[in-house]
């Protein structure tokens, strides 16, 4: 039943969105892992009409950032007030304080405002004048950017993506699929007003916690736990990588390969499970080395090559 409810929230979204099915799918995981999603693509692709079209298939209270290079910290955790009517400053919640956090275009603004969702990410609160506040339950930050050889941007710091469950990358579509954008557009589809589209609440917070249990009690082998960490302890070993696999990126490869499982329909983890989520979970975790760059390299073909080198478990 929860998985049929989930199913409709990708459904609706595809009200919206034409393809991107693995982007929605990982979308769907991360909000079963209590993750956060880094969304990364070329303009044009619908990373943000993605964004907006899942809020609108969920009864979560979401807010946009639109990241600039002024954005200080305080425009999004929120920052302390004066009121000349008490002589007491207070506290202005900002936007991250909500379910659902669109972070649109999170590398045009500098490390400074970059790490100021650090603690809100790994913690979920924020601290201002020393003083904790937690925040909303679910919170999920789903960030979008365009890939760092375009000029204005900042590069995130190896700490914040760490903290992004899934890196998921919207290609440009295919021939057939292009074809239906111009199709839905030419018969009056607006990506700025979807409830004309047709768009409706399929889940909300008490759907996505119950299955979460469900998710938690997915089984995972000895077997399978020690796969896992023989492909993150590989990323390490390889020459190509300058930076590996960490374990906060096994748990996370261990916590998506669940959600996957789940959505299955099964009750146990394959090594299937692992690999098909491998490339999503890990590849922001990776640094390559230049000399690697130079040869071109990738971080995909890294995984491809530690994925077919460790022995699979039977």
């Known amino acids: 039943m929860l998985r049929e409810t989930l199913g409709h929230v990708r459904s609706e979204v ?7 099915d693995a ?9 079963l892992c209590r993750g956060h999603v ?13 964004v907006r079209a899942l809020s609108a298939a969920l009864s979560l209270d979401t807010k946009r950032v639109q990241f600039t290079p002024d ?17 007491q400053f207070s ?62 941007t900042y590069p995130l710091p190896e700490a914040q993506l760490d903290r992004f469950l899934l890196k998921l990358l919207l290609p440009l579509p295919a021939q057939a699929e292009e074809i239906e954008v ?8 607006d990506p700025r007003d979807l409830v004309a589209a047709g768009l409706r609440p399929a889940a909300d917070a008490e759907v996505l916690a119950r299955a979460r249990a469900q998710v938690a009690q997915v089984q995972v082998s000895r077997d399978v736990l020690m796969y ?26 261990l916590a998506t390969s669940r959600a996957w499982a789940w959505l299955q329909g099964r009750t146990y983890v ?29 971080a995909e073909s890294v995984l491809d090559s530690v994925l077919a080198a460790v022995p699979v478990p039977r």
């Open 14 to 20: 595809a009200k919206a969105v034409v393809g991107q």
């Open 23 to 31: 982007a929605v799918t990982g979308l769907v995981i991360a909000l």
């Open 38 to 50: 880094l969304l990364e693509g070329v303009p044009g692709v619908a990373k943000t009409l993605l």
């Open 71 to 87: 954005l200080m910290p305080g425009d999004v955790t929120g920052s302390l007030v004066y009121d000349a009517r008490t002589a």
């Open 91 to 152: 506290f202005r919640e900002g936007p991250v304080f909500t379910n659902l956090l669109l972070a649109d275009e999170i590398n045009r603004t500098p490390p400074k405002t970059q790490a100021s969702l650090l603690e809100a990410m790994e913690e979920r609160q924020v601290s201002v004048d020393g003083l904790a506040r937690p925040l909303p339950d679910p919170f999920i930050v789903i960030a979008t950017q365009n890939p760092v050889e375009y000029e204005g």
């Open 182 to 189: 111009l199709a839905r557009h030419a018969a009056g589809f």
């Open 228 to 253: 896992i960490t023989a492909v993150a302890r590989a990323t390490r070993q390889s020459p190509s990588l300058s930076l590996g696999v960490s374990p906060r990126g096994a748990t996370a490869l």
């Open 270 to 298: 394959t090594p299937d499970d692992v690999k098909a989520l491998a490339h999503p979970t890990l590849r922001h975790r990776v640094s390559l080395r230049p000399e690697a760059e130079l040869e071109g390299v990738t």
